[in-house]
Nanobody, 123 residues
Framework: QVQLVESGGGLVQPGDSLRLSCVAS????????MGWFRQVPGKERELVAA???????YYTDAVKGRFTISRDNAKNTVYLQMNSLRPEDTAVYYC?????????????????WGEGTLVTVSS
């Protein structure tokens, strides 16, 4: 079992930056691929970014060049640095852990989920 706890959400203005953090704990949590998803009411949860054990990264087109995912295995923490935020980035952001990065990128959800943190981008 892996537990995921997100932090760092909040209300920001368009163009601002925000960094989300997710601390993983539990059985072999450092051996999982990690990802960030987001969801708005009425829409499916979508993959935003993911990072594998080797450091390979994936980004959805909408955030390429603006968001950066990273992980600190010593701290069992994954980060999502979000720059140049836009109103359309407003969503609940969920941290996720999966045994294989491919589970994220094939649209097969995740093995574990955090409870989510709300990001609101508004002037």
């Amino acid at each position: 079992q892996v537990q995921l706890v997100e932090s760092g959400g909040g209300l920001v203005q368009p163009g601002d930056s925000l960094r989300l953090s997710c601390v993983a704990s539990g059985r072999a949590s450092s051996t999982y691929a990690m990802g960030w998803f987001r969801q708005v009411p009425g829409k499916e949860r979508e993959l935003v970014a993911a990072i594998g054990l080797s450091g390979v990264r994936y980004y959805t087109d909408a955030v390429k060049g603006r968001f950066t995912i990273s992980r600190d295995n010593a701290k069992n923490t994954v980060y999502l640095q979000m720059n140049s935020l836009r109103p359309e980035d407003t969503a609940v952001y969920y941290c996720a852990a999966a045994l294989q990065l491919g589970r994220f990128t094939r649209g097969n959800g995740s093995d574990y989920w955090g409870e989510g943190t709300l990001v609101t981008v508004s002037s």
